[in-house]
């Protein structure tokens, strides 16, 4: 079973201009309902933590640790409040890429960049056959988030990750 070094998830926040930046955008998390600590938040046993953000202050990018799209979908929610845009990029690597390779139909045997669409938002699919590695990104304003894609991209990318958590938990209440 995949485990959460097998992917990460990184959000770059575009700051709405005439703000206060970095300060303005962890009062909106706050605000939100995420526990603060520095540059480091949680809400219900989910992370994240600011890893840096540009000289001017007009971007974050914030590195997450949820396996559940519901609680990247609150953070996200959250977030936006102080962003023009998010963009989020899902950085797989061994058996976690090849299973979203195989949940796009693209081949993960020569470092290529693919392009799909899902739920009207695109996808850039970067594939490092090498290294046994995808990137998985795509940009999310308002309209997006009120569709539901990010549960709807998130659960196209894990779903067979998912699907076994799920056989793992019903096997589990068996035993």
């Known amino acids: 079973m995949s485990t959460i070094r097998d992917y990460r998830i990184r959000l770059v926040c575009k ?3 005439g703000k206060e930046g970095l300060d303005n955008f962890i009062e909106t998390l706050r605000l939100g309902g995420w526990s ?5 938040f949680s809400k219900k046993g989910f992370e994240a933590e600011i890893l840096t953000s540009s000289l001017r202050e007009d ?5 997450t640790r949820f396996s559940q799209p519901s ?6 929610r959250s977030a936006i409040q102080s962003c023009w845009y998010i963009d989020v990029y899902y950085h797989l690597r061994g058996d ?4 979203a390779a195989k949940n796009f139909e693209i081949p993960l045997v020569e470092k290529r960049i693919h392009r799909k669409n899902v739920a009207g938002v695109d ?3 970067e594939a490092f056959p090498s290294a046994k590695a995808l990137t ?7 309209g997006e988030l009120n569709k539901g894609v990010i549960g709807k991209v998130h659960g196209r990318i894990m779903k067979e990750h998912l699907d076994r958590s799920w056989l793992d938990k019903i096997s ?3 035993r």
């Open 123 to 125: 996808l850039r699919l």
């Open 136 to 142: 998985i990104s795509y940009r999310i304003g308002w």
């Open 172 to 174: 589990r209440w068996r």
């Open 59 to 63: 971007e974050v990018i914030v590195s």
């Open 71 to 76: 609680a990247l979908e609150d953070f996200v």
């Open 36 to 40: 603060t600590e520095g540059k480091k």
């Open 96 to 99: 976690m890429a090849e299973i």
């Open 15 to 17: 700051l709405r201009p």
